[in-house]
């Protein structure tokens, strides 16, 4: 099969004299994508990151400094972490593969197919050689410095026989900037990297403490995964099962977007209808003796052997406000053991939400196990 081999010029980064130099090869009637070339990057932190789409298989990543890469996929893309020794200007050679998932005549190939590595770090020139069937053309070229690289094609032949104009998508690259950046979050968060996640937060919301908040979700959750609901809304879920429903508004700063707003609340199974009357009665008398500073009633309602010590719990309990109602929020399906999640507003800046482990006692609930953690 004859190919056309037309060779694309992008300004990515304005400034600086580094080139990169990038061979594309693209099969559209497949959609079988082939990528490989060398970027010299300049990070500003050990572990930046790189967004391409779902299913690609990663052949070849090597960097002057790297120690080691990690793969997250994701519906709407695959995250690549990497980690660097040292933070300085150096050369990423990359080399990936797969399909895209796109039908008809004519494509743009633009962010939401991320055809091409949406960076998390600045890159200079770059030199694109795509070769195409050769029934196959560029309509045009739409991007302009410094936004990711976007290009229309065609099948020649399909366009003569129909003698339509082209049709080509609008891109809602708003969706697709928050989606990146969210999985940027998402990557940092599971790293437990605070300063990783403070670049994504304007300096009012860095002040909260919501970066310490967010890298101290306990590690037994296991790993988080995120899913874009709309550009207010996401969730976060954990390996564990436990989901949480943020809130949040974007802010544009210098160019890019960060979190100006935060607020996460406890998604989940309502507790079951023949279980809410006891187990609120049991977190209603645990609360007052807590409130009563009862530490031999509340020695009862602790298991002997809870990993944190039984003693260790009744003082963290003794520490909690209890002048407020506690709430139960949700619950396991499962019900030995069985997990609820109770919120309690300690401090008007201070709220914890406390997973407790409950199984039948003699007399009433016992509490088997306990995590916690602080909602700001």
Known sequence: MKKGLVILCLLLLLGGTASAEVSVFFLPESGFLRVQGEVTIRPAIASPSFMLFPGVQITELWADELQEYNVQRGMHGTMVSLSLRQVRPQVLSFAYEGFLDLQGSQYLLDRSTLWFPEFSFPFENAQIDLVLPDSWEIVNWQSQAPMYPSLVIRDTTAALAEDVAPVIPVQDELSSRIQMQLARLTSAVNQRHVTEIEALLSPSLKETGLARYLASIPPSYGSISSELQDPFTFLLKTERGYVYEASVVWQESQ??????????????????????????????????????????????????????????????????????????????????????????????????????????????????????????
């Open 255 to 376: 160019g890019r977007l960060v979190l100006q707003s935060f607020q996460m609340t406890p998604q989940g199974a309502q507790v079951p209808s023949e279980l809410l009357p006891s187990i609120e009665s049991f977190v209603n008398d645990l609360r007052l003796l807590v409130q009563e500073e009862k530490r031999d009633q509340l020695l009862l309602s602790i298991a002997e052997d809870i990993a944190q010590g039984q003693e260790q719990v009744v003082e963290f309990f003794l520490s909690l406000n209890a002048t407020e109602d506690w709430t139960v929020t949700t619950a396991s399906e499962v019900l030995v053991p069985f997990i609820i999640t109770l919120f309690v507003p300690h401090t008007e800046d201070t709220k914890f939400l406390l997973h407790l482990g409950l199984e039948p006692g003699t007399e009433n609930w016992l509490i088997h196990s306990l995590e916690i953690v602080s909602v700001g």
